[in-house]
Protein backbone atom coordinates (compact mmCIF):
# COMPACT_ATOMS: atom_id res chain seq x y z
CA UNK A 1 0.00 0.00 0.00
CA UNK A 2 2.73 2.98 0.74
CA UNK A 3 4.43 2.14 -2.54
CA UNK A 4 1.04 2.76 -4.09
CA UNK A 5 1.25 6.00 -2.28
CA UNK A 6 4.23 6.36 -3.17
CA UNK A 7 3.93 5.80 -6.78
CA UNK A 8 0.47 8.10 -6.82
CA UNK A 9 2.31 10.91 -4.81
CA UNK A 10 4.58 11.03 -8.09
CA UNK A 11 2.17 11.22 -10.45
CA UNK A 12 -0.01 14.07 -9.04
CA UNK A 13 3.10 15.70 -8.65
CA UNK A 14 4.03 15.16 -12.00
CA UNK A 15 0.48 15.89 -13.33
CA UNK A 16 0.90 19.63 -11.20
CA UNK A 17 4.49 20.16 -12.93
CA UNK A 18 2.56 19.31 -16.30
CA UNK A 19 -0.33 21.57 -15.47
CA UNK A 20 2.30 25.02 -14.20
CA UNK A 21 4.11 24.24 -17.39
CA UNK A 22 1.06 24.14 -19.86
CA UNK A 23 0.16 27.27 -17.87
CA UNK A 24 2.92 29.09 -18.45
CA UNK A 25 2.38 28.93 -22.01
CA UNK A 26 1.59 31.82 -23.96
CA UNK A 27 -1.46 31.09 -26.08
CA UNK A 28 -0.53 34.11 -28.64
CA UNK A 29 3.09 32.77 -28.39
CA UNK A 30 2.04 29.26 -29.50
CA UNK A 31 -0.11 30.73 -32.38
CA UNK A 32 2.44 32.71 -33.64
CA UNK A 33 4.84 29.54 -33.82
CA UNK A 34 2.00 27.53 -35.49
CA UNK A 35 1.94 30.24 -38.19
CA UNK A 36 5.57 30.96 -38.73
CA UNK A 37 7.09 28.04 -37.92
CA UNK A 38 7.31 26.60 -41.94
CA UNK A 39 9.12 29.76 -42.77
CA UNK A 40 11.68 28.87 -39.72
CA UNK A 41 12.91 25.76 -41.16
CA UNK A 42 12.30 26.99 -44.69
CA UNK A 43 14.95 29.72 -43.67
CA UNK A 44 17.04 27.23 -41.61
CA UNK A 45 17.86 24.77 -44.90
CA UNK A 46 19.08 27.93 -47.11
CA UNK A 47 20.85 29.59 -44.69
CA UNK A 48 21.96 27.32 -42.03
CA UNK A 49 20.37 29.31 -38.85
CA UNK A 50 18.37 27.51 -36.53
CA UNK A 51 14.72 27.63 -36.41
CA UNK A 52 14.18 27.81 -33.18
CA UNK A 53 16.53 30.75 -33.06
CA UNK A 54 14.72 33.03 -35.73
CA UNK A 55 11.28 31.70 -34.21
CA UNK A 56 12.73 32.99 -30.30
CA UNK A 57 13.65 36.00 -32.27
CA UNK A 58 10.79 36.73 -33.87
CA UNK A 59 8.28 36.14 -31.08
CA UNK A 60 10.56 38.31 -28.35
CA UNK A 61 11.29 41.15 -30.68
CA UNK A 62 7.90 41.25 -32.07
CA UNK A 63 5.81 40.40 -29.48
CA UNK A 64 4.03 37.51 -31.00
CA UNK A 65 3.61 39.31 -33.92
CA UNK A 66 1.33 42.04 -32.12
CA UNK A 67 3.75 45.06 -32.01
CA UNK A 68 3.32 48.31 -34.10
CA UNK A 69 6.23 47.25 -36.06
CA UNK A 70 5.42 43.98 -36.68
CA UNK A 71 1.48 45.01 -37.73
CA UNK A 72 2.20 47.62 -39.46
CA UNK A 73 5.34 47.34 -41.39
CA UNK A 74 5.74 43.50 -40.93
CA UNK A 75 9.34 43.95 -38.86
CA UNK A 76 9.41 40.86 -37.16
CA UNK A 77 12.90 41.03 -35.86
CA UNK A 78 13.30 45.00 -34.57
CA UNK A 79 16.06 45.50 -37.73
CA UNK A 80 17.04 49.15 -38.40
CA UNK A 81 17.49 50.80 -41.43
CA UNK A 82 21.49 51.16 -41.35
CA UNK A 83 23.09 52.82 -44.38
CA UNK A 84 22.93 50.14 -47.05
CA UNK A 85 18.96 49.62 -46.88
CA UNK A 86 17.34 51.06 -49.77
CA UNK A 87 13.40 49.82 -49.06
CA UNK A 88 10.49 51.01 -47.33
CA UNK A 89 11.20 52.91 -44.07
CA UNK A 90 9.13 52.82 -40.84
CA UNK A 91 10.04 55.29 -37.73
CA UNK A 92 9.77 53.96 -34.29
CA UNK A 93 10.78 55.29 -30.87
CA UNK A 94 12.98 52.29 -29.33
CA UNK A 95 16.90 53.18 -28.05
CA UNK A 96 16.19 56.65 -29.34
CA UNK A 97 12.82 58.76 -30.17
CA UNK A 98 12.09 58.10 -34.29
CA UNK A 99 14.67 55.45 -35.11
CA UNK A 100 14.08 54.23 -38.56
CA UNK A 101 13.43 50.60 -39.39
CA UNK A 102 12.99 48.10 -42.04
CA UNK A 103 9.72 48.17 -43.19
CA UNK A 104 8.22 45.41 -45.72
CA UNK A 105 5.25 44.07 -47.77
CA UNK A 106 5.17 40.46 -46.01
CA UNK A 107 6.04 39.01 -42.84
CA UNK A 108 8.16 36.43 -45.16
CA UNK A 109 10.29 39.37 -46.60
CA UNK A 110 11.22 40.24 -42.98
CA UNK A 111 11.89 36.52 -42.35
CA UNK A 112 14.43 36.56 -45.73
CA UNK A 113 15.85 39.73 -44.58
CA UNK A 114 16.57 38.51 -41.15
CA UNK A 115 18.73 35.67 -42.36
CA UNK A 116 20.40 37.64 -44.96
CA UNK A 117 20.65 40.22 -42.28
CA UNK A 118 23.12 37.76 -40.01
CA UNK A 119 24.67 35.87 -43.48
CA UNK A 120 25.91 39.15 -44.47
CA UNK A 121 27.25 41.30 -41.12
CA UNK A 122 30.63 40.30 -40.40
CA UNK A 123 30.30 40.19 -36.55
CA UNK A 124 27.68 37.35 -36.83
CA UNK A 125 30.24 35.10 -39.22
CA UNK A 126 31.05 32.92 -36.32
CA UNK A 127 27.70 31.84 -35.74
CA UNK A 128 27.82 30.08 -38.64
CA UNK A 129 30.91 27.79 -37.49
CA UNK A 130 28.22 26.73 -34.76
CA UNK A 131 25.99 23.08 -35.11
CA UNK A 132 22.29 24.33 -36.60
CA UNK A 133 21.39 22.30 -33.38
CA UNK A 134 23.13 24.62 -31.03
CA UNK A 135 21.00 26.97 -29.97
CA UNK A 136 22.19 27.67 -26.66
CA UNK A 137 25.84 28.96 -28.40
CA UNK A 138 23.59 30.90 -31.34
CA UNK A 139 21.47 32.47 -28.40
CA UNK A 140 24.27 33.45 -26.22
CA UNK A 141 26.60 34.21 -29.95
CA UNK A 142 24.00 36.65 -30.73
CA UNK A 143 24.08 38.53 -27.48
CA UNK A 144 27.74 38.61 -27.68
CA UNK A 145 27.93 40.56 -31.40
CA UNK A 146 25.49 43.07 -30.13
CA UNK A 147 22.26 42.22 -31.57
CA UNK A 148 20.35 43.55 -28.45
CA UNK A 149 21.55 45.55 -25.71
CA UNK A 150 19.43 43.51 -23.19
CA UNK A 151 21.64 41.58 -20.54
CA UNK A 152 19.28 38.86 -20.46
CA UNK A 153 18.53 38.49 -24.00
CA UNK A 154 20.64 35.17 -24.87
CA UNK A 155 18.50 33.74 -21.83
CA UNK A 156 15.63 35.15 -22.74
CA UNK A 157 15.82 33.25 -25.92
CA UNK A 158 16.76 30.00 -24.30
CA UNK A 159 13.78 30.32 -22.15
CA UNK A 160 11.22 30.72 -24.85
CA UNK A 161 13.11 27.78 -27.00
CA UNK A 162 12.91 24.97 -24.36
CA UNK A 163 9.57 26.52 -22.71
CA UNK A 164 8.25 26.05 -26.12
CA UNK A 165 10.77 22.83 -27.11
CA UNK A 166 11.24 24.92 -30.35
CA UNK A 167 14.35 23.02 -30.64
CA UNK A 168 12.51 20.19 -32.19
CA UNK A 169 12.07 22.14 -34.90
CA UNK A 170 15.85 22.43 -35.93
CA UNK A 171 16.44 18.65 -35.45
CA UNK A 172 12.96 18.56 -37.79
CA UNK A 173 14.65 20.57 -40.33
CA UNK A 174 18.20 19.18 -39.85
CA UNK A 175 16.76 15.64 -40.83
CA UNK A 176 14.74 17.09 -43.64
CA UNK A 177 18.01 18.99 -45.20
CA UNK A 178 20.39 16.35 -44.62
CA UNK A 179 18.11 13.53 -45.94
CA UNK A 180 20.59 12.67 -48.81
CA UNK A 181 23.18 15.56 -48.38
CA UNK A 182 26.36 14.15 -47.81
CA UNK A 183 28.06 16.44 -48.37
CA UNK A 184 26.50 19.91 -48.00
CA UNK A 185 26.99 22.74 -49.90
CA UNK A 186 28.16 26.13 -47.74
CA UNK A 187 25.73 29.17 -48.74
CA UNK A 188 27.39 32.45 -49.52
CA UNK A 189 25.51 35.96 -49.93
CA UNK A 190 26.69 38.48 -52.16
CA UNK A 191 24.95 41.70 -53.82
CA UNK A 192 22.13 40.67 -51.24
CA UNK A 193 21.67 37.03 -53.40
CA UNK A 194 21.84 33.66 -51.94
CA UNK A 195 24.69 31.15 -53.89
CA UNK A 196 26.93 27.94 -53.83
CA UNK A 197 29.88 27.38 -55.24
CA UNK A 198 29.18 23.89 -57.62
CA UNK A 199 31.13 21.38 -57.00
CA UNK A 200 32.18 18.77 -60.12
CA UNK A 201 29.07 16.03 -60.46
CA UNK A 202 26.40 18.58 -59.32
CA UNK A 203 22.83 18.54 -61.45
CA UNK A 204 20.51 20.82 -61.22
CA UNK A 205 18.25 18.06 -59.46
CA UNK A 206 21.16 17.75 -56.99
CA UNK A 207 21.23 21.23 -56.14
CA UNK A 208 16.98 21.93 -55.96
CA UNK A 209 17.00 19.10 -53.49
CA UNK A 210 19.60 20.27 -51.09
CA UNK A 211 17.93 23.71 -50.65
CA UNK A 212 14.24 23.24 -51.50
CA UNK A 213 13.94 24.68 -54.94
CA UNK A 214 13.05 23.44 -57.84
CA UNK A 215 15.17 22.03 -60.52
CA UNK A 216 13.87 24.86 -63.12
CA UNK A 217 14.18 27.68 -60.72
CA UNK A 218 18.12 26.91 -60.41
CA UNK A 219 18.14 26.82 -63.99
CA UNK A 220 16.35 29.69 -64.38
CA UNK A 221 18.01 31.62 -61.85
CA UNK A 222 21.28 30.96 -63.66
CA UNK A 223 20.17 31.17 -67.12
CA UNK A 224 21.26 28.13 -68.17
CA UNK A 225 20.29 25.60 -70.69
CA UNK A 226 18.76 21.98 -70.12
CA UNK A 227 21.76 20.13 -70.89
CA UNK A 228 23.93 21.70 -68.33
CA UNK A 229 27.03 20.11 -67.07
CA UNK A 230 28.23 21.52 -63.84
CA UNK A 231 31.99 20.94 -63.95
CA UNK A 232 32.84 22.82 -60.51
CA UNK A 233 33.42 26.51 -59.75
CA UNK A 234 31.16 28.25 -61.28
CA UNK A 235 28.50 30.42 -59.37
CA UNK A 236 25.04 29.09 -58.60
CA UNK A 237 22.29 31.49 -57.50
CA UNK A 238 19.74 30.14 -55.64
CA UNK A 239 17.56 33.20 -56.16
CA UNK A 240 16.83 35.28 -59.07
CA UNK A 241 19.07 37.72 -60.24
CA UNK A 242 18.93 41.67 -60.32
CA UNK A 243 17.98 44.19 -63.25
CA UNK A 244 21.39 45.57 -62.14
CA UNK A 245 24.04 45.92 -60.09
CA UNK A 246 23.45 46.70 -56.06
CA UNK A 247 24.65 50.09 -54.87
CA UNK A 248 28.70 50.26 -54.75
CA UNK A 249 28.60 48.62 -58.17
CA UNK A 250 28.18 51.32 -60.95
CA UNK A 251 30.65 49.66 -63.74
CA UNK A 252 33.24 46.94 -63.81
CA UNK A 253 36.37 46.44 -66.38
CA UNK A 254 36.51 43.49 -68.85
CA UNK A 255 39.48 40.90 -67.59
CA UNK A 256 40.49 37.95 -69.78
CA UNK A 257 38.57 35.10 -69.90
CA UNK A 258 35.07 37.46 -69.26
CA UNK A 259 31.92 36.82 -71.17
CA UNK A 260 28.81 38.77 -70.44
CA UNK A 261 27.44 36.17 -69.13
CA UNK A 262 30.47 35.41 -66.40
CA UNK A 263 30.22 39.27 -65.69
CA UNK A 264 26.01 38.61 -65.01
CA UNK A 265 27.10 35.96 -62.47
CA UNK A 266 29.46 37.78 -61.02
CA UNK A 267 27.55 40.74 -59.86
CA UNK A 268 24.34 39.39 -59.70
CA UNK A 269 22.68 40.60 -63.04
CA UNK A 270 20.39 39.58 -65.49
CA UNK A 271 21.88 38.46 -68.60
CA UNK A 272 19.00 40.44 -70.46
CA UNK A 273 19.11 44.04 -68.21
CA UNK A 274 23.14 43.71 -68.31
CA UNK A 275 23.12 43.84 -72.08
CA UNK A 276 20.23 46.72 -72.22
CA UNK A 277 22.41 48.55 -69.64
CA UNK A 278 25.08 48.87 -72.12
CA UNK A 279 23.14 48.91 -74.86
CA UNK A 280 24.82 45.67 -76.35
CA UNK A 281 22.88 42.57 -78.50
CA UNK A 282 24.21 39.23 -77.62
CA UNK A 283 24.95 38.54 -81.22
CA UNK A 284 27.85 41.36 -80.45
CA UNK A 285 29.89 38.86 -78.99
CA UNK A 286 32.74 39.06 -75.94
CA UNK A 287 33.24 43.01 -75.27
CA UNK A 288 36.88 43.63 -75.34
CA UNK A 289 39.23 42.93 -72.72
CA UNK A 290 39.83 46.20 -70.50
CA UNK A 291 36.50 47.53 -71.75
CA UNK A 292 33.99 48.87 -69.68
CA UNK A 293 30.80 47.20 -68.41
CA UNK A 294 27.76 48.94 -66.71
CA UNK A 295 26.20 47.34 -63.96
CA UNK A 296 23.34 50.09 -63.27
Given at each position: ?35 Y???AI ?15 Q ?18 HF ?30 K ?11 T??RY ?6 KV???K ?5 L ?9 R????L????E??D ?6 K ?10 N ?11 Y???R???T ?24 Y ?10 E??H ?33 R?N ?18
Amino acid sequence: MKRYLILFGILCLLGNILTVSAQRRNQAYEEYIHKYRELAIHEMKRYRIPASITLAQGLLESGAGKSTLARKSNNHFGIKCGSGWNGKRAYHTDDAPNECFRAYKHPKDSYEDHSKFLRTKTRYAFLFELKVTDYKGWARGLKKAGYATDPRYANRLIDIIELYDLYEYDQKGKKDWMKGVTNPHQPYLANDLLYIIAREGDTFKSIAKEFDLSKKKVRTFNELPKDYEFSGGEVVYLEEKHKHATNGFISCKVYPGDSMYTIAQRYGVKLEYLYRLNDMKPEDGVPPVGSIIWLQ
